[in-house]
């Protein structure tokens, strides 16, 4: 019965468990190398063009709008030049950054990020394997199940006893293969695990000297910015607020900055009339509604009282009295569990559901792992078969 609902015994491998949990660490700590290395290269680039747009902008607004007729002043030739040629001096030290910051940010990519890119091609590659290890478990499994329960059975007839010496020769078979795949990992992974001092380490140590490299060059070449016109050798904030000076308070007093929109009163209407009218208008309505209204009837009444109720609303107001309300929907059923073939599977004991890669399984029963022995049903035969052989979809 266990075995039939995927609950039987289950070879369980303490070594293979401990280097598959390695394995995956080593996985994610490489993905996530790769992924930050990447992402630090474009940001320090993108970095360097957003400064060089910035101070785009900033000369923009320092040009003179000239040529509008709507401003007498832009026709005479104002403007900014000092802050326009500050601008464009910003903008050739930042480029001059970025082209001496390219070999590094080169290194980055070709040191870092394609080591790591190729270490993940060989992961993927060591999982594949790792899968196939997984796959010839439960088949190990399954068979070792379906011979202890021939094993156990008392009266054997025949056709038990053919299907014993079959079941004797797949778990041979099967023991052959999980054994071969298992000790390979266990002896191959260990070796893969000792790269990693001479592999991830390395790259990570590349990493953080060439920050800091990039990091020495962007504040040297800054400290040298001489451009006169931001006078760095004093405090940021007071000379931002001497530039400033009351410009501010310049643009407060200007009547358009405190525009408030509202709607025009109506030249057609005189003041008083128009809002008086309107608010009797509403009184009226609002006590023409109240006179309409039906008498008000307490719950628990009689059918014959709500009726007359009802009648008398209608008969008021010239509507028709309101549908009945519909009736609730029933439960809606229980969607149905269908599991997608990935491989063909061809039943090996009795009870067995034999399938095609592609069929639509119905499942009958199932647990919550994968790596056991599901129930279902195809072309009206139900049976067991093997979850990692699936993929659950929902209909």
């Known amino acids: 019965m266990k075995g039939k609902v995927g609950m039987g015994e289950h070879t369980k491998d303490a070594v293979y ?33 957003h400064q060089v747009q910035f101070a785009e902008a900033v000369k923009d ?17 104002e403007g900014n030049p000092e802050g326009i040629e500050a601008c464009e001096q910003y903008q050739e030290i930042v480029r001059e950054l970025k082209e001496t910051l390219a070999p590094e940010l080169e290194m980055i990519e070709t040191r870092i990020v394609l080591p790591a890119q ?35 059975k008392k009266e054997k007839t025949l056709k038990d006893e053919k299907a014993l010496y079959r079941a ?53 070449r800054m400290a040298r910015c001489d451009i ?17 000076g009351d410009v501010q308070e310049q643009a407060e007093k200007i009547p358009v900055v405190k525009f408030k929109l509202a709607k025009p009163p109506s030249r057609f209407e005189r003041p008083g009339t128009a809002g008086s009218k309107k608010a009797g208008e509403a009184r009226a309505s609002s006590d023409a509604q109240s006179e309409d209204l039906p008498a008000y009837t307490p719950v ?7 009726s007359a109720a009802v009648g008398r609303t209608s008969s008021v107001t010239g509507k028709k009295p309101p549908p009945p309300p519909p009736s609730k929907p029933s439960a809606l059923a229980k969607k149905k569990e269908v599991a997608r073939a990935l491989y063909d599977y061809t039943a090996q004991a009795d009870g067995d559901l034999s399938f095609k890669a592609g069929d639509a399984i119905e499942v009958v029963q199932r647990t919550d792992s994968e ?24 209909q």
């Open 17 to 49: 468990i401990d280097a598959d949990r390695r394995f995956k660490e080593l996985e994610t700590e490489t993905k996530r190398l790769h992924e930050d290395a990447k992402k630090y290269s474009q940001a320090v680039n993108g970095m360097l063009d």
């Open 61 to 77: 607004i320092y040009k003179p709008i000239s040529g509008r007729m709507s401003d007498a002043s832009t026709l005479v030739p």
């Open 118 to 152: 190729e270490l993940l091609e060989i992961f993927k590659q060591v999982k594949k394997v790792m899968t196939k290890n997984e796959h010839k478990l439960v088949d190990y499994d399954r068979h070792r199940a379906t011979l202890k329960k021939l094993q156990d």
């Open 168 to 220: 004797e020769a797949d778990v041979e078979a099967s023991t052959q293969e999980y054994e071969y795949y298992n000790e390979m990992l266990k002896e191959e992974l260990p070796k893969l695990f000792a790269l990693e001092s001479e592999f991830i380490r390395p790259l990570f140590q590349n990493l953080y000297y060439m920050q800091l490299n990039i990091f020495y060059t962007l504040n040297e």
């Open 228 to 244: 006169p016109y931001f006078q760095l050798d004093r405090d940021i904030v007071e000379a931002f607020t001497e530039k400033r």
């Open 300 to 306: 628990g009444a009689g059918a014959a009282s709500s």
């Open 371 to 394: 790596n056991d022995w599901w129930t279902g049903k195809l072309n009206g035969v139900q049976g067991v078969f093997p979850g990692n052989y699936v993929q659950l979809e929902l």
